[in-house]
Each structure stands twice: as C-alpha cells, then as structure tokens.
C-alpha cells in the first residue's frame, strides 16, 4: 500500500496495459483518473476501481489535443482533491515496410505515441510546480524503443523518440523533484497485437496468430506478457521505492531484448 491515498492519471485508460495499470495502482491504495477516447471501456474500469475501494473519474481525453490533456489533469486534481502520478500509456501501432510509409502515415503516430506523451509530461509538471510538490511521470516505450523492428519502424523510431522525451525531462525537472521513467514492455497479449498481428497477416500471407506466436517463441521465459506483468513494473516506478531512479526506461519483456 506504498502509494496509499495518492492521486493518479492514467492515459489509455480503457483497456489492455492501462486497463491492467489502472487497477493495479487502485489496488496499491490509489485514486485513479482515467483518461481515454472511449468512455464506455472507461466506466467500466472506472466501476472495477471503486470495487477495489478507491475513487475514480472518468475524463474523455485525446491526447493528440495538448489543452484538452491540460484540462484532465485540472479535472483529476478538482474531482480527486491532488494529483501525484501521470502515466502516459496511450499509443497505437503501424504494421508498415519502410519502403511503403507516405508522408501521411507519419501523422496520427507521431501526434499520438509522441506529442500526447509530450502532452502529458508539460502539464503534469507543471501541475506538480503549481502545487508545490513532488511528482513521478511514467511513460509508456517498448521493446520497440531499444531495438528497431522490421515492419514496425515508424512505430519503433515513436518509441525511441518517448526514451529521448523521458531522459530530457528527467533532466529538466530533476531539480523540482519530479521524477521521469518509462516501461518497455514485450508482446503483451492485447488489441495492440491482435492488429499487429492481423496486418502482418493481410502484408506477408502469414496466417493469423503465427506472427504474434513467432515473436512469444522468442521470449526466454517461454510466454506472452500479460498487462498485469506490466502494470507489476508500474507499480514500483509510481511507489516510493524508485524515488532514485530517473530517465531510465527498463526493458520488461520476458528475455527478449537484452541491454
Ligand atoms: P491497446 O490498443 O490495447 O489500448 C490502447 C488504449 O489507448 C485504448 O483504450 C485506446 O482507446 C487508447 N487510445 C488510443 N489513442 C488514444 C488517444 N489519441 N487519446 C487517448 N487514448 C487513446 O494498446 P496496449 O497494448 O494496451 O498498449 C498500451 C501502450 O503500451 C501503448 O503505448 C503501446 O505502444 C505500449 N506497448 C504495447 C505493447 C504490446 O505488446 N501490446 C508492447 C510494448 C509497448
């Protein structure tokens, strides 16, 4: 219960790893605000927190729009009464050959994996300077963000562009106390990969189920990563436990990429 009673925002709220994330947090003892673009898998989470005993608001938040990211964590703070944590877990896939990506292709991406991380991280410190406080900021890499994979480059080149993110603002706001890391997770078991794996499908003539089987194939510990093995590393870059960790962005992926 190390982060009993403080206040968290979490991006991609809705479903997968920030589903997962959401009530791991809740059940560390903290009040979640749930930002998405789908309200209806929000209040559904947002009913699995306050069955754990913790509070929850439901902002409908697309991260690509920096005011409206300001404006759910001003929400967060006025509905839960602080605001200690922002996870910025929201992002998308491009199952694309290099040879084929269009100017266009670069758009949506970018606005999302990139500049809604960038969102985050500008209004959550600043929330954390206004209220003179601390505060830990969590953003969401991947394999694909140590490692650049075939079919995914775009994808993957947004992930090393959250890992520059993350060590930049470490740097910049180490001095106000606040915090910045990020998790890298593997192939985890959710509507991500079933996309990715269904493209890959539809560009190479795989069968369905053979490209995400391929890539678990390759996991040291012999199986996919469900949400809740991210939300567990979460936890700890959110708890007093990493208080001296910062800039980092830790492979958590079963033994598939080494660093
Ligand atoms: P998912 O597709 O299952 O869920 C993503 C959630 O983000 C959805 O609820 C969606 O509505 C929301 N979202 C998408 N665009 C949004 C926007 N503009 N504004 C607000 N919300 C938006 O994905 P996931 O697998 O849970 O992935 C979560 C994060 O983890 C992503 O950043 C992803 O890149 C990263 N990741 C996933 C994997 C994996 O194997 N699934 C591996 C490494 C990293």
Redo the contacts with the bound molecule.
Sequence with gaps: MSIKGKIALV??????????ITLRLARDGADIAL????DD??KGVADEVRALGRKATVIK????DRDAVYAAVDQAETDLGGFDIMVN?????QVKALDEVMPEDMVDIY???VD?VLWGIQAAARKFRARKQTGKIIN??????HDGFEMLGV?SS??FAVRGLTQAAAKEYAAHGITVNA???????????V??DQRFADITGAAVGETFKKYVDGIALGRA?T?ED?AAFVSFLAGPDSDYMTGQAPLIDGGLVYR
Aim: glycine share 16%; proline share 4%; aromatic share 6%.
């Design positions: 991006t991609g709220a809705g479903q997968g790893i920030g589903r997962a930002a998405d673009l789908n898998l929000m938040t697309d991260v690509t877990n929201a992002g998308i896939a606005r999302v994996n809604g969401a890499a991947s394999i694909a963000g994808y947004t992930k998790y890298c997770p593997g192939i985890v078991g959710t509507d991500m990969w996309e990715i990563q949400p991210v």
